[in-house]
């Protein structure tokens, strides 16, 4: 028996998300040039490195599209970056928002929407988080199989025009008024190519579920403690509404995590923001063969 619901208002005062849209195809008149559709990837916490890997990027601070939000996080520029890599046309978000800037989830994804409505059929997201795991180490890559959100907030879908392909069990559930399970956001074909590639650079890629919390303080002891035993792999402090954003939308999307510092109830180790951004610095490389592998094979 389905439980119904009545369901909320989410109330959403920024403008037509096609205004927003034809703003980022006026100030990118690249885009009108793509001949197949763009890779799209956000970049996290210090891995905006791989946005130098992109050729000729035309670039568009969030600032100036009408409803998107300015990034205040330190290490985030707040920009996409829409160019080419490996040959293949990529729009990148250098910057991400976070609800712990004061962001509703609605502005936190709203760059992504953007993203489908410009036609977008991957999206990899990249992130920092704490390693939960005792078997992870600082400077792993974490592929995130499985996700947990306790973030603030309403998700909306993004507009049913950005949507690529038609999400019928979620309108059937939708239309019915009853809740269904939350979307899968890894997709086994994204999935192969990024363990193919670590398998074939020399590098391990580690699976694991990630837990997203507000922050922006990192959790205590007894917080770690509790998120272990309750199967997390990793705590961060975004990457799941992007992800189901996009996967809500038809993006097929690959999630993956530098655990930029170990979250270990029982050998406590301090991290700050500056030592997150130098493990990433460090991860960029093996991260950036992924993206590629994947701009090259995924389209
Ligand atoms: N907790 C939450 N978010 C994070 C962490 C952490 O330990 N490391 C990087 N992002």
Known sequence: MPIKFDRPAV???????SESLAALRD???????????PLGVVLGSGLGGLADAIESPTIVPYAEIPGLAASTASGHRGEFLIGHLASRPVIAMAGRLHVYEGHSLRDVTRPVALMAGLGINELVVSCAAGGLNPNFNVGDLVLLNEHSSWLDGKLGA??????????????????AGCFRRSLSTCDPQLDAIAHQTAHTNGFELRRGMYLA????????????RMMRRL????????TVPELLCAASAGVRTLGISVVTNLALPDAPATADHADVLEVCERAAERLQQIVRAIATHGA
């Open 213 to 224: 919390v507000n922050g922006p303080n990192y959790e205590t002891r007894a917080e770690c």
């Open 231 to 238: 199967g997390a792999d990793l705590v961060g402090m975004s």
């Open 11 to 17: 109330t959403d005062s920024a403008p037509d998300p």
């Open 27 to 37: 100030r990118a008149p690249i885009l009108a040039k793509f001949e197949k559709p």
């Open 158 to 175: 993004p507009p049913t025009s950005f949507q690529r392909t038609n999400d019928s069990a979620n309108e059937s559930a939708a239309a």
